[in-house]
């Protein structure tokens, strides 16, 4: 497997490195002091196609690959956690549903204002009582006619305090627990959708954290995402997505520390070694390499995950396993 990145993904990863350096770095330290949301810059990085990386070309986006995806996400968290979340927000959580889920009416108006930066989007699955346990929504949608009165509450939603459209989860069916779950694209400007003053975090503090409170926001049914009963299944493979590329983006950090840092952090150079096979390889470096790979890859999202304090992954009984055994 070539590990090496192509001459358009290095030319991205320069030009990203320097928007990056001149525009963002200035900023990084102030915004993440006061807390406000950096909207001017998240415009600037849309201008130059970073908002909607993977967004196909004919709805508006730069359509490149997911290591182009992960290369600016990495770029811009390397000067700015702010601005790599907000972005990994509105890349992962917000384009990526509705490009997957989305019918073409829904694609056509709102992938590329998002991807343009020209319109922000949050994903709100998260509620008091449902945090891993996310099929324990207690948002209701209630069907009438052409619109959905939806009523509720939404905890730790990145990008909430400034985003112009929201993915919405909500109970459709109760009976049906995760089944009855659907998924809504929410304009944030519609009468009972109220959201509160950004959360104060121990860091990153620039990403509009908010609660969000849904009183009787009617949406058209036209703004469901998918069928009825799919919002599970959308939040799941949204997360899943998100969770895979910052494994990916894990992974290429390995790949660059320097051989000295690497033999210190014994699970960093398998990635390393694969990127320079023709030198010899360290004495610990047996067996599978893409089982070493992958457990590099893990080791170090976990250690990014909990050093940035974003997101944990809802459980669903595979990822309840999946922990058990991660965690031995
Ligand atoms: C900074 C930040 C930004 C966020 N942004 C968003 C956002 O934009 N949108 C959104 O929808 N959500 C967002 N979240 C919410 C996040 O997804 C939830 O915090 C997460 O799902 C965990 O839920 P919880 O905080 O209620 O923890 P809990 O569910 O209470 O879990 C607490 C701990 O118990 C463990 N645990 C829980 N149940 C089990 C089980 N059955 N088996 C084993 N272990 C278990 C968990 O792993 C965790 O370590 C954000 C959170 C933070 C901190």
Redesign the pocket.
Known sequence: MDFELTEEQSLLQTAVRDFAEEVIRPRAAAIDQSGEFPRDLFRKAGELGLAGVSVPPEYGGAGMDVVSYSIVIEEISRVCANMGVILS?NNS?VCDPIEKWGNEQQKKAFLGPLARGEKLG?????EPDA????ANQKTRAVREGDVYRITGQ???????QAADLCILFAMTDLAKKARGISAFIVDAETPGFDRSHHQI?LG?NA?G?VEIFLTDVRVPAASRLGQEGDGFKIAMSTLDAWLRSSRLRACSRGAQLPPRTARRRPGAVMVWKLRSPSSTPPRWHSGSRRRRCRSTADMATRRSIRSS???????SPRS?RA?ARSTG
């Open positions: 927000v959580l949050c994903f709100a699955l998260t945090g891993s346990d996310a939404k905890v730790f939603i990145t990008c909430g975090k990153v990403s954290t304090a974003t997101f944990a992954t809802p459980v309840t922990r």
